[in-house]
């Protein structure tokens, strides 16, 4: 019930329900708004335009750029040495995620014995 008198609803005509929500068999969940192959979908999805979007992005950086790395020195395409150093730097964060969870249970295994 609401303070405001304009307002006719009670509680008794919301049959006590949470506005949004779906009444019904299995708890009220509808077993096929979320399934494996939906989200497999999804991903495909989400994966084909993030390509789309890499694609443009080396297109639109074809400006050759001398690249150094210790000693050794190369021309490359600018988008394709962004995406060079973006991978290492994920296989970098990748590692020490790695590591921190390998101690992460190995410090639980040592205290559940």
Do not use: Y
């Amino acid at each position: 019930m609401t303070s405001d008198p304009t307002d006719h609803r009670s509680t008794h005509d919301q049959g006590g329900a949470i506005p949004g929500e779906v009444r019904g068999g299995r708890g009220g969940r509808n077993p096929a708004a979320r399934s494996r192959s939906g989200a497999i979908w999804t991903a495909i999805v989400c994966a084909l335009i993030l390509l789309v979007l890499l694609i443009v992005f080396f297109l639109q950086n074809e400006t050759p750029v001398l690249v150094t790395f210790f000693g050794l020195e190369g021309s490359i395409a600018l988008g394709l040495a962004l995406l060079i150093a973006a991978v290492g730097g994920g296989l970098v964060v990748a590692l020490v995620g790695a590591v921190r969870i390998i101690k992460l249970r190995a410090a639980a295994r040592r205290s559940t014995r």
